[in-house]
C-alpha cells in the first residue's frame, strides 16, 4: 500500500503563486509515474502534470505549460507542483497519484484532494 498525502493549497489571487505538495509513504522502484490532477466543480477530474521514472520526462496539459512545474525529490519523498501566474481557472482541488507501471497489473494511489482557489 501506498499512502499520499497533500497539502499547500490555499485561496491565492490571480497571478500569484503556490507550491503544492505530496508525502508519499514510498516510492516505487520499478517503473511508475508521479502526477498531479485537478477536479474543477462540475467538471471531470483532468490531468495537470506527470514525471515519469526511470528518466524523468515530464508532461503537461497544456493550459498549464510554461505556469506549472512537477519535480520529485526521492530523498523526501515528495512531489512538487509549482504554480505560477495562477489564473481563475485554476481553481479546483489538486489530487496527487502515484502510479504503479510495473509489474503488471498498474495500480493507481491516490491522495484526498487539496483546494486552491484563484479569486481576487
Known amino acids: 500500500q501506498v499512502q499520499l498525502v497533500e497539502s499547500g493549497g490555499d485561496l491565492v489571487q490571480p497571478g500569484g503563486s503556490l507550491r503544492l505538495s505530496c508525502e508519499v509513504s514510498r516510492f516505487f522502484s520499478s517503473s511508475n509515474a508521479m502526477s498531479w490532477y485537478r477536479q474543477a466543480p462540475g467538471k471531470e477530474r483532468e490531468l495537470v502534470a506527470r514525471?515519469?521514472?526511470?528518466?524523468?520526462?515530464?508532461n503537461y496539459a497544456d493550459s498549464v505549460k510554461g505556469r506549472f512545474t512537477i519535480s520529485r525529490d526521492n530523498r523526501a519523498k515528495t512531489v512538487y507542483l509549482q504554480m505560477n501566474s495562477l489564473k481563475p481557472e485554476d481553481t479546483a482541488v489538486y489530487y496527487c497519484?502515484?502510479?504503479?507501471?510495473?509489474?503488471?497489473?498498474?495500480?493507481?494511489?491516490w491522495g484526498q484532494g487539496t483546494q486552491v482557489t484563484v479569486s481576487s
Open positions: 514525471i515519469i521514472s526511470p528518466g524523468g520526462a515530464t
Open positions: 497519484n502515484a502510479q504503479r507501471r510495473a509489474p503488471l497489473p498498474v495500480q493507481d494511489y
